[in-house]
């Protein structure tokens, strides 16, 4: 086959095979959901023990999810929160995959007088 002739046949080939797989197709998607109270860094920062009052707490970061009276005559309130992300992706008939992660915390202040005592996040 002449030098013409083959590059003529490889031209071909490489048409055919575009007319065929024209490109992939590719999708994906996210998602995330949040229920409770997420109390961020910037806001949890603000709180300062023996100096925050109960009032400046509840404008700030609401109602709590629940307070338990404890025997030092203090409550401990909490909020909690619940994070969950999924997120799936796709290469038309070669590949698929998703993945989720979910997360949850809790932010507790410690009350006593109407001050803050204590207050942590795990």
């Not at 003529?8 to 229920?35: N, R």
């Not at 707490?57 to 409550?75: F, I, T």
Request: glycine residues 12%; aromatic residues 8%.
């Amino acid at each position: 086959m002449s030098g013409m002739l083959k590059r003529a046949a490889c031209a071909g080939a490489l048409a055919g095979a575009a007319a065929v797989m024209p490109g992939c197709l590719v999708s994906g998607s996210s998602k995330e959901t949040m229920s409770g109270t997420y109390i961020g860094p910037a806001t949890f920062e603000q709180i300062e023990p023996g100096r925050t009052t109960e009032k400046w707490v509840r404008a700030a970061l609401g109602e709590p999810a629940s307070k338990s009276e404890l025997d030092d005559g203090s409550s401990l309130w909490k909020w909690t929160y619940r994070r969950d992300r999924s997120s799936r992706s796709a290469v038309f008939l070669v590949f698929g995959g998703s993945s989720r992660k979910e997360s949850s915390g809790a932010t507790y202040v410690q009350m006593k007088d109407g001050v803050v005592v204590k207050a942590w996040q795990d």
